[in-house]
C-alpha cells in the first residue's frame, strides 16, 4: 500500500490539451477525477522558520482559528491531514 501511495504521489501528469470551455471557479477542479494527484506535504521551511504553520483553508472557512503544518502538494492550500484534506477534496461544501 506504502508503494501504490508513494508512487500516485510523485507521479505527475501529461497536460493534454482539453475541449470545451475550462471550469468557472478554481474549486471545481479539486473535485474532478481527472486531478487525482493531490497528496499532503508539509509546509517548506524558510529562512525564518524550519517548521512553518498556516491556518487551515477548512478551518478559516468554518471560522475556526487553527494552524496546520501540512497543505496539499498540487493545491498549495494549508489542510489539517486527514480529516479537512479529505473533506476539501471530497465535498462539494465542505
Known sequence: MNIAEDTLCNLSLLNYPTRGRPPQNKCQTRLQAKHWTHCPEHIPSTNK??????????????????????????????????????????????
Open 49 to 94: 522558520k524550519e517548521h512553518p504553520a498556516k491556518r487551515c483553508h477548512v478551518c478559516v472557512k468554518n471560522n475556526i482559528r487553527s494552524e496546520t503544518t501540512w497543505q496539499c502538494k498540487k493545491c498549495l492550500l494549508p489542510l489539517h491531514f486527514p480529516k479537512c484534506f479529505e473533506m476539501f477534496h471530497t465535498l462539494q461544501n465542505y
